[in-house]
């Protein structure tokens, strides 16, 4: 069976899912219902009612029919997911635990758990408890030891260099022009996630290419991310209204041209033509004898010897790697980007002249 790539399919999403092919689907991105349980209409101070969640597909009997409708669609989306894959799921504190737990029973591999840190979240008008400010999402892979898409590198291109967190901070409601309207200028949808929420999930997990897979598809913002990042995705809904919210939306976007140099976001690690530490000693980009300065510290130091290994001034031998992770303790370290050398007065990184080689020599232009 052919995927319905970057199409809506209409039902009940359990029923979808079972009708996919069995690892099939790199990414599955959830909001499922939060059963939030809500017992009264909501009023603000000035006696104005709140927009709040109450539509019927947000309703459950019990908590053990929540569970029991939980069960189903993770299940399901197990099945067809890849060995290599993985799953995002976000909820509230009404359902995020209970999920959770679900997803272990059902041996997902948890990853980790990012909070999204609302910067203009609903105030808490009745003042009985603290103000909802954040949301959680669950990302897991398909099994304890199971390999997945990570792109590390991407992250720390969207964190101004550096590791991104588990927090997640700057990322609004959807408001404004992004809001989907319905044709009486209402919201189209209640629960409506922001694009640049969906675009960390997104980019952090698949490459180009991709398949993605929303089974509560809602106003289509998965699509709306996946289309303008090449990926593939596949939307599951049962409601016609948000059907066609989703597919006037997605149909509105002009993404950019396919250029693989620009959408692969892989690390160089990963892209990049091999090198060697011994290809820079022999020709002779490195020298036999000169010193190494770790992470930019000149206490710490190492001669490097002909057989590239190096020597570190408190007497340790072994290559750029182990002698890194020696002064730090025996921790894992990358050499080629904890060590230096000094060159024309400017402590330069062993991976900065790798990458240096590798243009010089045209090695991207034989592997392109």
Not at 124 to 150: C, D, K, M, P, Q
Request: net charge positive; charged share 25%.
């Amino acid at each position: 069976m052919d995927l319905p790539l970057n199409k809506i399919l209409q039902g009940d999403c359990v029923e979808s899912l079972d009708a996919l092919p069995e690892k099939s689907i790199d990414l599955v991105f959830a909001d499922p219902p939060y059963n939030l349980q809500l017992q009264n209409d909501l009023h603000r101070p000035n006696m104005t009612k709140v927009d709040a969640v109450d539509d019927h597909w947000d309703q459950f009997d019990s908590f053990e029919a929540y569970d029991k409708f939980t069960r189903a669609w993770l299940t399901a989306c197990k099945r067809i997911l890849k060995p290599t894959g993985s799953i995002w799921v976000i909820g509230s504190y009404h359902n995020i635990f209970r999920v959770g737990t679900i997803m272990q029973d059902l041996g997902y591999w948890i990853l980790n758990d990012v909070i999204w840190v609302k910067t203009n979240p609903m105030p808490n008008f009745r003042g009985v408890r603290f103000t909802n400010a954040h949301e959680t999402l669950i990302w897991a892979s398909t099994g304890r030891g199971a390999r997945y898409t990570f792109n590390h590198h991407a992250m720390k291109g969207l964190n101004e260099e550096k590791q991104m967190r588990s927090d997640w901070w700057l990322v609004p409601l959807a408001r404004g022009a992004e809001r989907v309207k319905d044709n009486n200028g209402n919201k189209a949808h209640s629960t409506q996630k922001p694009e640049s929420l969906i675009y960390r999930v997104i980019l952090s997990s698949t490459e180009p290419g991709d398949v993605v897979l929303d089974p509560f598809f809602g106003s289509g913002t998965t699509g709306v991310v996946a289309k303008r990042l090449h990926r593939n995705w596949i939307g599951l809904e049962r409601e016609e209204k948000y059907i066609k919210a989703a597919r006037k939306r997605i149909n509105s976007i002009q993404a950019e041209p396919f250029e693989p140099g620009t959408f692969n976001v892989k690390g160089r690690n990963k892209s990049a033509p091999r090198v060697s530490f011994s290809t820079l000693l022999e020709n002779g980009l490195v020298k036999a004898g000169q010193k190494l300065f770790f992470a930019k510290d000149k206490k710490r130091t190492a001669i490097v010897k002909p057989d590239a290994r190096l020597r570190t001034a408190d007497g340790f031998t072994g290559s750029i790697h182990k002698a890194g992770s020696h002064y730090m303790k025996n921790a894992p370290c990358n050499g080629w980007e904890h060590w230096y050398l000094i060159i024309r007065g400017r402590l330069v990184s062993l991976d900065e002249l790798r990458e240096k080689y590798r243009v010089k020599m045209g090695l991207y232009e034989e592997t392109g």
